[in-house]
């Protein structure tokens, strides 16, 4: 069989459908000048693709059925075949592509609700993504004022061993198939959650992975020296005579982690690139470098290989190559972000670990360069064009300097996760201090990182992140105002760090676990408990519930009273406490703590029997209660959020542009000034709003002062409608807070509440 037939799709009895023609409807909908909603879907669409699995031989490249399977299973084949269906189509070519443009994105999509598919509890029988499109999900969305829903990873992920696929070692990020894993739902079910979004205004978010995949079928494939498969990959062939230098790798296994005396040895030959500038996910006996050793692989030309290969994460996670002849890499992951946005019927992508797609041997011989590298900065804006070709936008999570993150937004995604605040506003609360996060703050904006361009979200899947790289690394030697004395961003970094720990885990809080050298493993609500010196799970009982709830409810202000995205999860809306770790020891065991905070939770009470979700993860405590529970109290914290997102979208702050954050004259209190201006600074006096909040649990009288500010303006509490009072010659005005309170100020202008309006005093 030749390759070209191999790429064809196949039908078999059992899975045989009816061709689906791609829509070649021109729609107005598609021109530049856009409505919010974003469908690229119809336009995309290409042939399902179908796969056969019948051949019980040798899994071995001496079985030419077996090379066959692992083609059909591969998302470069995938790719391949789906650009063939898109080439040549004026759909293409309808969307301006070459710029990021975040407020388009934000008017899309402003409030986000972030899914973990492993994590949510279904009725009894229903997928996950069938009980995210659900009816009475999304009406309890669009009365909260959520307008997105991100379903995390949901394609097939692990690895291929032989005939059969073994399980994911890193959440579902290690990617090995375009198709949906049956234990999430179908691509049909995926289908009719983007319908039922659009129904109720909203947009789905789904996920790309540019950095690495699984070990699936394309990496064996690789393994093999199938054609171009090893370009997919940052994979050097070792030659025969120098497999000595190369570790035996343990019965049952399939690879093992290179040591440092390795690795040095392996780069001084030649072979490799060597040490890179860190090793994320560092522990001793499992990861102590990036780089892994293959068995000896049989490969298709009958010569026996031994590789090894680069894996910025996990062992089960090797990396793409961006930069290698054939551009297979390249292929395998357009074609996957295509298949998303043009067969799923997603409007945007998150892009997972995109800051680290170029990798280059230094010339010193001090470790490679391979973060802030201009080929990451290239093949961001390639994807991130490309997905804006299609009618779609993008986010990146990049968690490095706020110079890298600037600069890849300026031709990349659309939107970048906020991991610039993100740290200093739980050390704010974790403080009562709110110094740090000012400077962040301000250091975002006189570097040109404008807020609008951020996703400010509260917890996701991921740690509390206290790598602080831009003050660790590129700023180290830098000196910076920090409690009454000048330090330098290293030591910055240190003292935050230690803060951090002491006040958010340990003794503090046994519940909060320390992951790796990345952060800290915890829920917001957890967080907020050991702020609030509550020790112990057990010792957070029903009478804490009020004061966590309170600020939980400051850290939405924060994050949704500010331009940019707001990004909720069910752990926030449901206020879940981390499982003990007792329940996940097995997750756990290799230094995962992550798993302690991804507890299963039942959003809309449809399974209130259930003690695990159906992937296993175990039930975690709620000081909430379910969205239907919620929403009938109006005192309830989902509804709380929906009285503050009430005020972001009739001001169209989301949109606006952050001019000031002054200095403060109590250390909890924080101020942040806007213009609301849509984003347009040629825009001459617009309304300014105020966000005021007290990062402490103490009542505070302050003073708001800011050279932004004009005098004798009136100024208005946008909660109540009333007048406050008014701004003086000296461009300030007092205020009043209440324990981890909050004001939603205008200055100039005053909100209409029967209508939402605003006008201009």
């Not at 296994?253 to 560092?282: C, H, M, P, W």
């Not at 998303?340 to 041997?361: I, M, P, Q, W, Y």
């Not at 340990?506 to 676990?513: E, L, P, Q, S």
């Not at 989902?638 to 004259?665: F, H, Y």
Request: charged fraction near 20%.
């Amino acid at each position: 069989m030749s390759e070209d037939e191999l790429l064809e799709p196949v039908d078999t009895p059992d899975t045989a459908e009816t061709p689906q023609p791609v829509d070649n409807t021109f729609s107005g909908e598609l021109y530049p000048a856009r409505p919010p909603r974003l469908r690229p879907r119809a336009n995309l669409r290409a042939s399902r693709i179908q796969r056969s699995f019948s051949d019980p031989r040798s899994a071995d490249a001496t079985n030419a059925s077996y090379i066959e399977w692992l083609i059909r299973q591969s998302m470069l084949r995938d790719a391949q075949v789906l650009s063939r269906g898109l080439s040549g189509q004026p759909s293409m070519w309808r969307n301006p592509y070459a710029k990021p443009d975040a407020r388009r994105a934000i008017r899309t999509a402003s409030v986000w609700f972030t899914a973990y598919p492993i994590s949510l509890i279904t009725e009894p029988g229903k997928s996950y993504l069938a009980a995210l499109g659900d009816e009475r999900l999304w009406d309890a969305f669009e009365a909260i004022g959520i307008s997105a829903v991100h379903t995390g990873p949901v394609k097939r992920a692990g690895g291929i061993t032989g005939w059969q696929q073994t399980a994911s070692v890193d959440g579902h990020f290690d990617r090995i198939s375009t198709q949906i894993d049956p234990a999430f739902g179908s691509e049909d079910e995926f289908r009719a959650l983007s319908d039922v979004a659009e129904q109720h205004g909203g947009s789905v978010i789904d996920d790309i992975v540019p950095g690495h995949t699984g070990k699936g079928a394309d990496f064996r494939l690789a393994e093999m020296a199938y054609k171009d498969y090893p370009g997919i990959y940052h994979m050097v062939e070792i030659p025969e005579e120098d497999w000595a230098l190369l570790p035996e790798v343990p019965a049952g296994r399939d690879s093992v982690n290179l040591n440092a005396e390795t690795e040095k040895q392996l780069a001084e030959q030649g072979y490799i690139i060597g040490q890179l500038q860190r090793v994320i996910f560092y522990q001793p006996g499992t990861k102590e470098t990036n780089w892994s050793a293959t068995a000896p692989v049989l490969g298709v030309d009958g010569i026996t290989r031994r590789w090894v290969y680069l894996h910025y994460f996990k062992q089960g996670q090797p990396s793409i190559n961006w930069l290698d002849p054939t551009f297979a890499g390249m292929r395998l992951v357009i074609g996957d972000a295509l298949h998303s946005l043009g067969d799923l019927g997603s409007s945007a992508l998150r892009l997972d670990a995109n800051g680290f797609l170029g990798v280059e041997k230094s010339a010193s011989g001090s470790p490679g360069w391979s973060e802030g590298h201009p080929l990451s900065e290239a093949a961001n804006h390639l994807i991130a064009g490309m997905v804006r070709k299609v009618g779609g936008f993008s986010f990146q999570e990049l968690n490095l300097t706020i110079e890298d993150i600037r600069d890849t937004g300026r031709v990349g995604a659309d939107l970048s996760y906020d991991f610039i605040n993100r740290p200093a506003y739980h050390h704010a609360l974790a403080m009562g201090d709110t110094e740090f996060l000012r400077l962040t703050l301000r250091t975002s904006l006189e570097l040109g990182v404008d807020p609008a361009s951020l996703v400010h979200a509260l917890q996701n899947h991921d740690e509390l992140t206290y790598e602080l790289l831009h003050w660790e690394t590129l700023h180290r030697a830098d000196l910076y105002p920090f409690r009454y004395e000048e330090i330098t961003g290293a030591k910055l970094a240190e003292t935050i760090r230690a803060d951090l720990l002491g006040a958010i885990t340990g003794d503090a809080a046994d519940y909060n676990r320390v992951f790796t050298t990345n952060g800290i493993a915890c829920t917001t609500a957890s967080m907020i408990a050991a702020t609030q010196g509550l020790t112990t799970l057990d010792a957070i009982t029903d009478e804490h519930v009020e004061n966590i709830r309170l600020a939980h409810l400051l850290l939405v202000m924060f994050n949704a009273w500010q331009p940019g995205v707001l990004a909720l999860s069910a752990w926030d809306l449901l206020g879940m406490l981390p499982v003990p770790a007792s329940e996940v020891s097995d997750l756990i065991a290799e230094g995962d703590t992550r798993w302690i905070e991804r507890g299963a939770h039942d959003l809309m009470n449809v399974f209130p029997a259930a003690t695990a979700s159906s992937s296993g993860m175990p039930r975690g405590r709620s000081l909430y209660g379910s969205l239907p529970e919620q929403l009938a109290d109006d005192n309830s914290f989902a509804s709380s959020v929906k009285k503050i997102l009430a005020l972001r979208s009739a001001s169209a702050l989301d949109i606006g542009s952050q001019v000031d954050i002054p200095n403060v004259a109590h250390p909890g209190m924080l101020v942040m000034v806007h213009r609301l201006d849509e984003g347009d600074t040629t825009l001459i006096d617009p309304p300014l709003q105020v966000t005021v909040l007290n990062f402490s649990g103490e009542h505070i009288e302050g003073t708001v002062r800011s050279p932004a500010l004009a005098s004798r303006r009136t100024v208005t509490d946008a909660t109540t409608g009333d007048e406050i009072g008014r701004v003086d010659d000296l461009q300030s005005f007092a205020v009043s807070l209440p324990p981890y309170g909050g004001l939603f100020l205008l200055i100039g202008a005053e909100i209409d509440t029967m209508t939402g309006a605003i006008s201009i005093v």
